[in-house]
């Protein structure tokens, strides 16, 4: 079974209730946990959404989504290895590569993120919240 992880977009969507996003990534996360696929954000990942939902929503409220969120999303390390590995790597953005070498170092084969070309040279698979949620019903 593949272990998927989940870009910090897609978090910020259903935390922050993006309009033209939250449904899709709603959808994602309720498949992962109803299918009970291994899902994944990284360490670093949850110190950028807790930065961006604490200034919308307050730190009780950010807090409270975070350990409901962890309930059946795990945390993918960030370590020396992964932060040595993004900055070797040619990925223009830091971030998503940080995302890149935690997934590699933890097995991890997916990210389901709304930026795909950010990680076109992960050598991961990548696909957007529609794209996933296709293959999911095309491999009922």
Same mark, same amino acid.
């Given at each position: 079974m593949k272990k998927i992880l &989940?870009? /910090?977009n897609i978090v910020l969507d259903i935390a922050l209730e993006r309009r033209d996003f939250y449904e899709k990534a =709603?959808?994602?996360v309720e498949i992962l946990y109803l299918k009970?696929?291994?899902s994944f954000i990284t360490a670093s990942s949850v110190t950028d959404i807790y930065y961006f939902l604490k200034k919308k929503k307050g730190h &009780?409220? /950010?807090i409270n989504f975070l350990k409901n969120f962890f309930v059946f999303v795990d945390i993918a390390g960030?370590? =020396?290895e992964?932060?040595?590995g993004a900055l070797n790597s040619e990925m223009k953005d830091f971030e998503d590569a940080v995302q890149t070498e935690s997934a590699?170092?933890?097995n991890i084969n997916v990210i389901i993120t709304r930026n795909k070309k950010d990680f076109k040279n992960s050598g991961l698979e990548i696909y957007n919240p529609d794209e996933y949620i296709n293959?999911?019903?095309?491999n009922k």
């Open positions: &989940l870009d /910090t =709603k959808q994602i009970s696929l291994p &009780l409220h /950010t960030v370590n =020396k992964t932060i040595i590699k170092l933890n293959k999911l019903i095309d």
